[in-house]
């Protein structure tokens, strides 16, 4: 299985400021038949389900802030906020895909500092 | 607008059953793969088990194969998760999710399992 390693745990940001989330995988989710990345980010808010971000470790789904962007290849990712909002603050989750079974990362929670 | 639709959570005794089930609408269901993610309180996500678009492939986690069944019906648009021998620690919201190949694109609101005497 794919073990998926979120860094930090947590993090408490200004407003305004740039939040960076990690993402780590056991293997390479990087496909050599297309040259993609098999790497989801989702946001969650508390009491609602997860919502989709970005796929393909950089495609933003319409909709999505353009102060959100996802960045990274191979084995190493990164979310990236770029001027954190109050509605940013949430868990984020990365997410494999590659193969199954399927596997998240640990997840990381923004507030405001 | 894709719309995914939990029903069936609810408290059951260790060792029981439960049936869950998901109503999709807004989109054209045979063509997604379909997905079962739970989440435990206060705990982050865990994928559970795929389906392919015609059912022919399936996928588990280890924890729960053998003991869980995911099954989809195209013609009445549902997903279906036959959940036997139940332990404590299945206790989770269950969220119904699809997408294009194995990513996650639509999540349902969820629905709560608690397994507990």
């Known amino acids: 299985d794919i073990v998926m390693t979120q860094s930090p745990d947590s993090l408490a940001v200004s407003l305004g400021e740039r939040a960076t989330i990690n993402c780590k995988s056991s293997?390479?989710?990087?496909?050599?038949?297309?040259?993609?990345?098999?790497l989801a980010w989702y946001q969650q808010k508390p009491g609602q389900p997860p919502k989709f971000l970005i796929s393909?470790?950089?495609t933003r789904e319409s909709g999505v802030p353009d102060r959100f962007s996802g960045s990274g290849s191979g084995t190493d990712f990164t979310l990236t906020i770029s001027s954190l909002q109050a509605e940013d603050v949430a868990l984020y989750y990365c997410?494999?895909?590659?193969?199954?079974?399927?596997?998240f990362g640990g997840g990381t929670k923004v507030e405001i500092k | 607008e894709v719309q995914l639709v939990e029903s069936g959570g609810g408290l059951v005794q260790p060792g029981g059953s439960l049936r869950l089930s998901c109503a999709a609408s807004?989109?054209?269901?045979?063509?997604?793969?379909m997905n079962w993610v739970r989440q435990a309180p206060g705990k982050g996500l865990e994928w559970v088990a795929n389906?392919?678009?015609?059912?022919?492939?399936?996928n588990y986690i280890n924890s729960v194969n053998g003991r869980f069944s995911i099954s989809r019906d195209n013609a009445k648009n549902s997903l279906y998760l036959q959940m036997d021998s139940l332990r404590a620690e299945d206790t989770a919201v269950y969220y119904c999710?699809?997408?294009?190949?194995?990513?996650?694109?639509?999540w349902g609101q969820g629905t709560l399992v608690t397994v507990s005497s």
């Open positions: 999710a699809g997408g294009a190949g194995y990513l996650i694109d639509s």
């Open positions: 807004g989109f054209t269901f045979s063509t997604y793969w």
């Open positions: 389906i392919k678009q015609d059912g022919s492939d399936k």
């Open positions: 293997q390479s989710l990087l496909s050599r038949s297309n040259n993609r990345n098999y």
């Open positions: 393909w470790a950089s």
């Open positions: 997410l494999q895909y590659y193969g199954a079974p399927l596997t």
